[in-house]
């Protein structure tokens, strides 16, 4: 059940490719010349290649992998996500609301903006909360990554093998169970270290090229993974046991219109839809490795158009995975061994094991050689988040938690000093990633779980940022008060996440915390106004 196209020759080109974007981030370090080179690449990056890293940044592997899971479990429905990010893009792209600004301002991380219009202590404590979000939230990503890599390249197979050898040897239950649960063990291993290489492999490319690197190796990851995702799609649709008709039919006959509409009573609901919507567009304005596009943009104009190109990018990153789960869940339809692995209760009951479908999927049905290409370039994908979201936490870390209380005590921190900082920072995230990443099992929903500790920082977050821009009375106190008002939002992490209820109740929560930061926000800048100059100081 678990074996795949995936052979010697396909595990050349991955580490081919692999070696190649190793060499090439240690190469752009020549063009490192200062921290500004270092963060933002020089704010020089044009339309065209913003536009490909900031579509490259989000389509991760982790991307690929949560929209699998809820597409192999929702079906149709959960491209509601990816019009809602679609979105997002145009009104922001044709409005240029908050990001023209922010680029305006020649800024290096969002939190930089705080002590400008705020003061040094709301940099801060927004530094550290948006620190603690973003490290917190990307701590699955290796998980994500160790799961597909397992399925894909069909290592899942030899837990398989071992446990059926252990049983069939005449064995009692008890040693059946011991070889089971060793070889499983050993699988574990074997995925845990190739993750930490690739972990590896992702910090030595941006520690050394940092921005530039992350720009440039974004962009050809960008061109392999479409061509990837593109291949992958089309054997889907050719396949004969599979197709759009067969798979449109499986998810009719089994999953009900819950797997069609978003709406249903059995779906996701109103209220999780309109909490997503606030919770993308507050992402694409604050969430950093999405906002520094518009930092590292040309110009204001570059910024606009960053958002109005990638607009369409953001479905196609939702929707593509989907597609394919859909058509992993009409492959696991017409196998009574897969129906029974995934689906124990049943076709129209919730699965189990729903992150190894894509990844199984793919592997049966792309033949080897382009199935190594396809590999390669969805661990490019993995690394492509990875370093965007490295280097925009360690320079969060750098420039609006290090570098200001140093300066408060009367220190400056040198470019080179600061491009130290970050990349040790770079390594201390890494050295997190391979502990909380690897041996953190998985949550229910890992979506959900992305998006809540996400919410932690951007419902403060946003509130503080659009009314710092807009309204004048606006105070420091309100902003402290706003960003320590998001962390309510890790209560949502206490709920089951598994059912419709769970998930209006998840929606529920989500826009009450953005209430009552905004309640927040402007009832203690009312109570608490700043002193004239400082409410002056940034705008």
């Given amino acids: 059940m678990f074996e795949t196209n995936f052979t010697q020759i396909d595990w050349w080109i991955v580490a081919v490719y692999l070696v190649g974007v190793g060499i090439l981030g240690v190469v752009v370090h020549r063009y490192i010349h200062n921290v500004s080179d270092y963060i933002v690449g020089g704010r020089g990056s044009r339309t065209a290649l913003n536009t490909a890293t900031f579509i490259g940044t989000g389509l991760g592997l982790v991307t690929i992998m949560y929209a699998a899971i809820d597409g192999f479990k929702m079906g149709f429905s959960f491209m509601i996500l990816g019009l809602i990010g679609m979105m997002s893009g145009l009104i922001l792209g044709s409005t240029g609301f908050v990001i023209k600004r922010l680029r305006g301002l020649n800024l290096m991380t969002i939190p930089e903006y705080h002590e400008r219009r705020y003061n040094r202590g709301v940099r801060i404590f927004a530094g550290v909360v948006c620190a603690v979000a973003g490290i917190v939230n990307m701590g699955l990503f290796p998980k994500m ?57 992702v910090l030595v490319y941006t520690v050394m090229g940092g921005m530039v690197s992350v720009i440039v190796t974004d962009y050809m990851q960008f061109v392999i993974l479409s061509i990837g995702l593109g291949l992958g799609l089309y054997f889907c649709l050719v396949h004969p046991d599979l197709g759009w008709e067969n798979m449109v039919g499986a998810l009719g006959e089994h999953r009900g219109e819950r797997a069609f509409n978003p709406f249903h009573k059995d779906s996701y609901g109103w209220v999780w839809a309109i909490w997503m919507a606030i919770h993308f567009f507050a992402a694409a304005i604050c969430w950093a490795p999405e906002a520094s596009r518009s930092l590292t943009a040309k110009d204001t104009r570059t910024a606009k158009r960053t958002f109005l190109a990638g607009a369409p990018g953001q479905f196609i990153r939702l929707a593509i995975p989907a597609l394919l789960a859909i058509a992993a869940f009409c492959m696991v339809s017409k196998s009574v061994e897969m129906t029974a692995h995934f689906f124990p209760e049943g076709l129209n009951k919730d699965p189990a094991h729903a992150g190894q479908a894509l990844p199984l999927l793919l592997g049966k049905i792309v033949p080897s050689g382009l199935l190594g290409l396809l590999v390669a370039g969805l661990m490019a994908a993995f690394m492509s988040t990875h370093d965007s979201y490295l280097l925009c936490w360690s320079s969060v870390i750098v420039r609006d938690i290090i570098e200001p209380i140093t300066r408060y005590f009367g220190l400056e921190l040198s470019d080179s000093q600061q491009i130290k900082y970050t990349r040790i920072s770079i390594v201390c995230i890494g050295v997190f990633l391979l502990a909380w990443g690897i041996w953190y099992p998985l949550p229910a929903s890992v979506w959900n779980y992305m998006a809540v500790t996400g919410s932690i920082y951007l419902c403060g977050t946003i509130v503080v940022l659009v009314g710092g821009m807009y309204w004048r009375r606006a105070s420091s106190a309100g902003a402290i008060a706003a960003l320590a008002g998001g962390f309510l939002s890790a209560a949502v992490l206490f709920l089951r996440q598994d059912q419709q209820g769970d998930m209006t109740l998840m929606g529920m929560i989500g826009l009450a915390n953005y209430a009552l930061c905004a309640i927040l926000f402007v009832v203690f800048s009312l109570l608490m106004p700043d002193k004239p100059k400082e409410a002056a100081a940034g705008e």
């Fill in 145 to 201: 990554g160790a799961t597909f890599i397992t399925y894909a390249t069909g290592m899942g197979r030899n837990e398989v093998v071992a446990a059926a050898e252990g049983g069939n040897a005449g064995a009692s239950d008890d040693a059946a169970r011991d070889a089971e649960a060793a070889a499983a063990a050993k699988q574990k291993f074997t995925v845990n270290v190739i993750t930490s290489l690739l972990i590896v492999l």
